[in-house]
């Protein structure tokens, strides 16, 4: 088994904000894997790619997104997809990691893949774990339109209720900590963000014209999604995760990693 990851921190400036990174990373002498959490989750969900044997030798780079987790940010309501893009960026930048193995889930599947359509020639392969691409799969974030509130803390709260109690695979383990993985102020303008691209940002072309590989992974809950043969049609792996709905690293991460060590080798 090769190193255990390190925390690290990344001072950054952009776009006005001042932001303080938290980080998992590790060094080695093989490709680099750069993970993406999803909305409402942090670095951690992907901390134990250094305990799979088949990423023996990867470097390793996980990072908590403006409001989420141990990140710090200066002005909360300016965190959105483009934003969360830039900042992903700055941390590559820092780390010089210029080609790399990309994996993000939900929010961080959406960023990821803006990231590799925007810089196609630095990512080798996509995982997309469950990302937005079409109206259809802003289930969680268009809740910021159908449950108006005018206190952001209101929303937020009754937000958490009705995820503990939707009846979905790891719903209530994911709600649990949502307090405290995610600050209230954050959650508006990043919901808005998902839903705007989710509705008008053409994101299923997008993923088609990567030139990468590319895999969609979703729990067997979504096995209904009305584009999963339009692109697997189309040249996407995909990836159907049993016993699970929208957070295969909470509901059955071995098969998770099981497909991403499958896919990329």
């Not at 901390?47 to 403006?66: E, I, M, N, S």
């Not at 941390?91 to 939900?106: E, I, Q, T």
């Not at 509130?149 to 939707?166: C, S």
């Not at 649990?176 to 998902?194: N, T």
């Amino acid at each position: 088994m090769t190193q255990q990851f390190r925390k690290t921190r990344f001072r950054l400036h952009h776009s006005g904000v001042d932001l303080e990174v938290s980080a998992l990373q590790r060094d080695g002498d093989r490709t680099p894997f750069v993970f993406l959490h999803g909305f409402g989750s942090t670095k951690e969900d992907y901390a134990d790619f250094v305990r799979q044997r088949a990423f023996d030798g990867h470097r390793f780079l996980a990072f908590d997104a403006a409001g989420c987790g141990e990140t710090l940010s200066s002005e909360l309501s300016r965190t959105s997809i483009p934003f969360l893009v830039e900042t992903a960026l700055r941390v590559l930048d820092a780390v010089k990691f210029d080609r790399f193995h990309l994996v993000g889930h939900s929010m961080g599947g959406l960023a990821g893949l803006m990231l590799a359509h925007q810089y196609p020639e630095r990512v080798i392969s996509f995982v997309d774990i469950k990302g937005n691409l079409a109206p259809e799969d802003c289930f969680l974030s268009r809740q910021i339109l159908d449950y108006p509130e005018t206190d952001v803390d209101d929303f937020w709260e009754n937000f958490i209720a009705r995820t503990h109690a939707a009846p979905a695979f790891s719903n209530a383990l994911y709600a649990a900590s949502l307090r405290h993985k995610v600050r209230a102020r954050a959650v508006r303008p990043i919901f808005e963000s998902m839903v705007d691209l989710s509705d008008n940002g053409d994101l299923i072309s997008k993923l088609l014209g990567l030139p990468c590989p590319k895999m969609f992974m979703y729990g067997e809950e979504f096995a209904t999604l009305s584009y999963l043969g339009h692109i697997q049609s189309n040249g996407v792996h995909l990836a159907e995760i049993e016993d699970c709905g929208h957070f295969p690293m909470y509901s059955n991460p071995t098969a998770m990693w099981k497909e991403i060590a499958n896919f990329v080798a």
